[in-house]
């Protein structure tokens, strides 16, 4: 690398050979392999569900017949680097998760979320957007959550109550033939005299 990187520090992301192979970690080699690849891999996508694949990778030790290595920045440097390091681009987004955004503003419990989102503008006219709030808690939600409770306590009170019904039933029924046995033993007693 040439002295304009002198201090910065990279990691290797990945790349591809001269051939258009891509680089795959944990392949330690630096030629090409013939791996059978499945869903959920990298350096594959599956075009049919079930489907593997046997397919050329290249390993992830670097050797010269890279043709294109991409590297992540993980240490700044002395200087700047034009394009890379010199201009900083504001977030896009702002965060969606309530929590994230009480962290960002420092706000308390309390505190009304909604007042706080980060809204971005459009460019068509001069409306704005705004995420919908992941993991709010708002009075509907809780009501929500009372009634599945409510459901769940009157589902068990009624197990209960069908539970005892039913041992009652069959204490009775037991009852009943045992009776009937009775009768008929009797029966076949009279009978014999």
Same mark, same amino acid.
């Given at each position: 690398m040439s002295y304009e990187f002198k201090g910065y520090v990279?990691?290797?992301g990945g790349g591809n050979d001269?051939?258009?192979?891509?680089?795959?970690?944990?392949? &330690?080699s630096n030629q090409r392999v013939r791996l059978l690849f499945k869903k959920g891999m990298s350096c594959y996508r599956e075009r049919r569900s079930g489907c593997?694949?046997? !397919?050329? $990778?290249?390993?992830?030790? $670097?050797?010269?017949d890279l043709a294109v &290595?991409?590297?992540?920045l993980v240490k700044k440097g002395a200087e700047e680097i034009p394009g890379l390091t010199?201009?900083?681009?504001? #977030?896009?987004?702002?965060?969606?998760?309530?929590?994230?955004?009480?962290?960002?503003?420092? &706000?308390e419990k309390k505190d009304d979320v909604r007042q706080f989102? +980060? #809204?971005?503008? $459009? !460019?068509?006219? !001069?409306k704005s957007k705004a995420p919908k709030i992941q993991r709010l808690i708002t009075p509907q939600l809780l009501q929500r959550k009372r009634y599945f409770k409510a459901?769940? #306590?009157?589902?068990?009170?009624?197990? !209960?109550?069908?539970? +005892?019904?039913?041992?009652k039933r069959v204490a009775e029924y037991r009852q009943e033939?045992?009776?009937? #046995?009775?009768?008929? +033993?009797a029966k076949k007693k009279k009978e014999k005299k």
């Open positions: 990279f990691r290797i001269k051939q258009g192979f891509p680089m795959k970690q944990g392949i &330690l593997r694949k046997r !397919k050329s $990778v290249r390993g992830c030790i $670097v050797g010269p &290595l991409s590297l992540v010199d201009d900083n681009k504001p #977030r896009r987004l702002g965060p969606k998760r309530a929590s994230n955004i009480r962290k960002l503003f420092g &706000l989102v +980060v #809204r971005r503008e $459009v !460019k068509e006219g !001069k459901q769940t #306590r009157k589902r068990m009170e009624a197990g !209960k109550q069908m539970k +005892v019904e039913y041992m033939q045992k009776e009937a #046995r009775a009768a008929e +033993v």
